[in-house]
């Protein structure tokens, strides 16, 4: 197996540069970017300056008399016509756009090899410092979520294949195609409503991963108090999450159940628990394993967005979607780049849980 894991591991490094660089190439082509938005702010149009340069320092003391300086010569910057083109050219080394796209794109290679992701254009932090402090959000509701909806969803569907046509299947199935069909945030909403002081109830909190004060509590207090923030956005990403894992589990199972080796295992006396787990589970089992890694993945990062912004929690998925936004190429770029790295290393763990469900597997002898 570990000439299998050393395999796996090579090849994650020419995906890796096949995401970057198709994003990297994309951005090139995205109107708005940091210098037509400095410049924008520079002649007025954009507001207040957005403080930090990446790399670059502070400009808040050169802008008033750039912008005064006027120049007659063309920019290809939206805006610029009365700039300074040597002030345009200093803004441009700022962010690192003096050199070409290629060079630039070796330099971001060779600093995310060692996991220097760059600095953020606009908030003076490091992209490793913002992806470090906004994680533990993003890995409370994709952990906790996901964890639920497996240990709701493969018995729920276990059941359901036992009982297929029966009362339980139907009225089940009904609840678990009422709980997809309603958007994640639409069920956020309702319990911020009824059980957070919108209405109804004050039960939970409305914000925040943990309360004020939470460093000087006891380690149960904390425990306490991080689940008692946990309990609404969880729930709001459990009760519309399970539904398709629900009905993948039970279909697998049927598939299963009529095959020749259960009735085989029946007829030699064992009992239905003993048939269903010791039998019928590992091929089972096997379909719904592959499907971890996109479930895991969109729940850990795209899937929390709403959530996030709903309860006010500032985690990975909120951070993204502000930085594409903001054009804040740095952010953008890291982000993707730990998200495209988890993605392949859980694919990896996919694998390695399928031989340990089934050691009848063997990827070396398929020349995978």
């Given amino acids: 197996m570990w000439p299998y894991i050393f395999k796996r591991l090579l090849l994650m490094i020419p995906t890796l540069l096949g995401i970057l660089l198709v994003s990297f190439v994309i951005i090139q082509?995205?109107?708005?970017?940091?210098?037509?938005?400095?410049?924008?702010?520079?002649?007025?149009?954009?507001?207040?300056?957005?403080?930090?340069?990446?790399?670059?320092?502070?400009i808040a003391g050169a802008s008033s008399s750039a912008a005064a300086t006027a120049s007659q010569g063309s920019s290809q910057y939206r805006g610029a016509q009365g700039?300074?083109?040597?002030?345009?050219?200093?803004?441009?080394?700022?962010?690192?756009?003096?050199?070409?796209a290629y060079v630039r794109f070796f330099i971001m290679l060779k600093n995310y090899a060692t996991f220097n992701l760059g600095e953020s254009y606009y908030r003076d932090k490091s992209v490793v410092g913002l992806i470090v402090e906004k994680m533990p959000v993003s890995?409370?509701?994709?952990?906790?979520?996901?964890?639920?909806?497996?240990?709701?969803?493969?018995?729920?569907?276990?059941?359901?294949?036992v009982k297929d046509g029966q009362?339980?299947?139907?009225?089940?199935?009904?609840?678990?195609?009422?709980?997809?069909?309603?958007?994640?945030?639409?069920?956020?909403?309702?319990l911020i409503v009824v059980f957070a002081g919108g209405r109804y109830f004050s039960w939970f909190p409305l914000r925040g991963l943990v309360s004020d004060g939470w460093e000087d509590m006891s380690l149960f207090q904390m425990a306490l108090d991080y689940a008692w923030?946990?309990?609404?956005?969880?729930?709001?990403?459990?009760?519309?999450?399970f539904a398709s894992l629900t009905m993948l589990t039970k279909n697998s199972f049927?598939?299963?159940?009529?095959?020749?080796?259960?009735?085989?295992?029946?007829a030699k006396g064992l009992a239905e628990k003993q048939v269903l787990y010791g039998h019928v589970f590992r091929n089972a089992m096997l379909i719904v394993i592959a499907g971890f890694p996109a479930v895991f993945v969109h729940i850990f990062f795209t899937g929390s967005l709403l959530i996030e912004y709903i309860f006010s929690l500032d985690g990975l998925g909120l951070l993204s979607y502000e930085s594409v936004m903001s054009r804040d190429y740095p952010v953008v770029l890291g982000t993707l780049y730990i998200y495209a790295l988890i993605s392949l290393v859980m694919h990896l763990v996919r694998d390695l849980v399928y031989v340990w469900v089934d050691p009848r597997i063997d990827f070396e002898m398929r020349g995978v």
């Fill in 83 to 100: 700039l300074d083109p040597a002030f345009l050219e200093e803004l441009k080394k700022m962010y690192g756009f003096d050199k070409p």
């Fill in 229 to 241: 923030h946990m309990v609404l956005p969880v729930t709001a990403m459990v009760i519309g999450g």
């Fill in 254 to 266: 049927l598939d299963e159940i009529g095959k020749q080796y259960v009735l085989t295992a029946r």
């Fill in 139 to 161: 890995i409370s509701l994709g952990l906790w979520s996901t964890l639920i909806i497996y240990l709701i969803s493969i018995p729920l569907g276990i059941k359901k294949a």
């Fill in 167 to 190: 009362p339980f299947d139907v009225w089940s199935s009904a609840a678990v195609f009422i709980g997809y069909a309603i958007p994640s945030f639409m069920f956020a909403i309702l």
């Fill in 29 to 58: 082509f995205v109107p708005g970017g940091p210098v037509e938005r400095m410049v924008a702010q520079l002649q007025g149009h954009g507001g207040n300056s957005m403080g930090r340069i990446g790399g670059g320092g502070d």
